[in-house]
């Protein structure tokens, strides 16, 4: 599925270039590097030892935790069930009320 996006992420500025202008293709190739670079700062936020909730306070990303979904308890990352891969979209503060959104949404 990557190579397809880079397939396309190349190909599509080179072909937009080659038949409209490099105004176009130029506009294409920004918009995939912008793309690029999201995606890499959100899986270095997902693969961070901790993240913070809105007041600023360190949670730990990894532990041991209980799936909604199967019920079964684990250690390890909190956002993914390492039984049956369901996705948890927040976790709650250790020292607050508030939750705290899952990087991979």
Do not use: D, K
Request: with cysteine; aromatic share 6%; net charge positive.
């Amino acid at each position: 599925m990557r190579l397809g996006r880079v397939l396309v992420g190349v190909m599509l500025p080179v072909l937009a270039f080659l038949t409209v202008g490099w105004a176009v293709g130029l506009v294409v190739g920004i918009g995939w590097l912008l793309s690029v670079a999201r995606e890499f700062a959100a899986a270095q936020r997902a693969l961070a030892p901790a993240v913070n909730c809105p007041r600023g306070h360190p949670v730990s990303q990894y532990g041991v935790a209980t799936c909604a979904v199967c019920r079964m308890t684990s250690e390890g990352l909190l956002w993914i069930c390492r039984h049956c891969g369901a996705h948890h979209g927040h976790i709650s503060c250790t020292q607050c009320p508030l939750s705290i959104r899952s990087p991979f949404l």
